[in-house]
T-cell receptor, first 114, second 113 residues
Framework: ETGVTQTPRHLVMGMTNKKSLKCEQH?????MYWYKQSAKKPLELMFVYNFKEQTENNSVPSRFSPECPNSSHLFLHLHTLQPEDSALYLC?????????????FGPGTRLTVL | GENVEQHPSTLSVQEGDSAVIKCTYS??????FPWYKQELGKRPQLIIDIRSNVGEKKDQRIAVTLNKTAKHFSLHITETQPEDSAVYFC????????????FGTGTQLKVEL
């Protein structure tokens, strides 16, 4: 157990649904990340939060909306997704700031958009 | 922005042989290069990393080398074992880039008995 948990582990949703992914870290970190992992593609960074402030939005469509209410929790709100958004969504955490800190990943949420 | 290329995409070796995975990066300001291992159905986990002020780093059977001039770095696994079978990702982080890592496309390593 790396201390980063994600729920749900699997999610199937229609294009008109609204759902949320949840990530929680128990490591005392203050930076959290959302990544998208698709087959045969590199891990794509979506969002970065440092000390609850969003510091990176990697040109992600507005149908993905992140929320970081505190340093331990991170959400990804999903709305009117497309089938090509089907992927494994990974959350990670690390110590924040400019440093060589290891990112610890959660187990991911396998999302299927019908 | 940073671009990281990784080769090969698949690699098959016999147990006991060595495996080498290579990555190149584009941003000369990059100063941190971690390698992650992702076993089937599991989360990526850091196995080794190197900073730009070091040319080589070893940890038991794994080692990483960095050539800043050529902007490439490599992962070396010696005496491979079946449990080394996984997808390996290289990544790079640029100075001033905060915690942003740019990942390679991954290498599927298969160690055959």
């Amino acid at each position: 157990e790396t201390g980063v948990t994600q729920t749900p582990r699997h999610l199937v949703m229609g294009m008109t649904n609204k759902k949320s992914l949840k990530c929680e870290q128990h490591l005392g970190h203050n930076a959290m990340y959302w990544y998208k992992q698709s087959a045969k593609k590199p891990l794509e960074l979506m969002f970065v939060y440092n000390f609850k402030e969003q510091t990176e939005n990697n040109s992600v469509p507005s149908r993905f909306s992140p929320e970081c209410p505190n340093s331990s929790h991170l959400f990804l709100h999903l709305h009117t997704l497309q089938p090509e958004d089907s992927a494994l969504y990974l959350c990670a955490s690390s110590q924040g700031g400019e440093s060589y800190n290891e990112q610890f990943f959660g187990p991911g949420t396998r999302l299927t958009v019908l | 922005g940073e671009n990281v290329e990784q080769h090969p995409s698949t690699l098959s070796v016999q147990e006991g042989d060595s495996a080498v995975i290579k990555c190149t990066y584009s941003d000369s300001a990059s100063n941190y290069f971690p390698w992650y291992k992702q076993e089937l159905g599991k989360r990526p986990q850091l196995i080794i990393d190197i900073r730009s002020n070091v040319g080589e780093k070893k940890d038991q059977r794994i080692a990483v080398t960095l050539n800043k001039t050529a902007k490439h770095f490599s992962l070396h696994i010696t005496e491979t074992q079946p449990e080394d079978s996984a997808v390996y990702f290289c990544a790079a982080r640029a100075t001033g880039g905060g915690n942003k890592l740019t990942f390679g496309t991954g290498t599927q390593l298969k160690v055959e008995l």
